[in-house]
């Protein structure tokens, strides 16, 4: 097993600098060791150089694969506010990352069992989202038909409470949109 990098075992409020300098792009690799010498770490130009290019790595595989989530959602017509929605979105997000960041450091394609996995993955979640929708979309018409219901019955004695059948049906169709 290969040692662990001497970058990589730096403080975590060192290392959160390190990578902020990193995502800035704006400091060489020399640069790069002067600051992290300048507080204290004793490390080699080559290991931050190593690093560097490792974190790199990472952070173009993070955002392909946001980008790559943003494709499926927006295909799979996710919906911001619903929570199914949101759920697939952030699932899609951590399965894409995970899937590249092994292809990744391995330097290899995704296996035919990757790709099955991740397909998989998307039809379940799409299918949840559906089943979602249709609970929401039964619940609202069951909504819909116990309202009908209870103005319907509050209407039999509306004559004698001052509102006309016509105003009624006029209320009716307003509030409900549904017909006399």
Do not use: C
């Not at 403080?11 to 390190?18: S, V």
């Not at 974190?55 to 506010?81: C, F, I, N, S």
């Not at 450091?105 to 990757?114: H, I, L, R, T």
């Not at 219901?149 to 409470?161: C, I, P, T």
């Amino acid at each position: 097993m290969a040692q662990r990098s001497s970058v990589a075992q730096l403080p975590t409020e060192l290392l959160d600098e390190l990578h902020g300098q990193i995502r800035d792009g704006r400091l060489t690799i020399d640069e790069l060791t002067a600051f992290l010498r300048e507080r204290g770490a004793e490390v080699s130009r080559t290991a931050v150089g190593r690093y560097a290019h490792s974190y790199e790595k990472v952070l173009a595989k993070t955002r392909e694969a946001q980008d790559v989530a943003g494709v499926w959602v927006k295909e799979l017509h996710d919906r911001p506010d619903d929570k199914v929605g949101q759920l697939l979105a952030e699932l899609l997000k951590t399965l894409a990352f995970s899937t590249m960041t092994h292809m990744g450091e391995a330097d290899q394609n995704a296996s035919p069992m990757d790709l099955h996995f991740l397909a998989r993955t998307i039809k379940d979640v799409a299918a949840t989202q559906k089943t979602s929708a249709d609970l929401e979309i039964r619940l609202r018409e069951r909504i819909a038909k116990e309202t009908v219901a209870k103005l319907d019955e509050a209407a039999k004695g509306s004559a004698e409470k001052g509102i006309s059948a016509e105003r009624y049906r006029e209320l009716r169709r307003e509030l409900l949109g549904v017909g006399s």
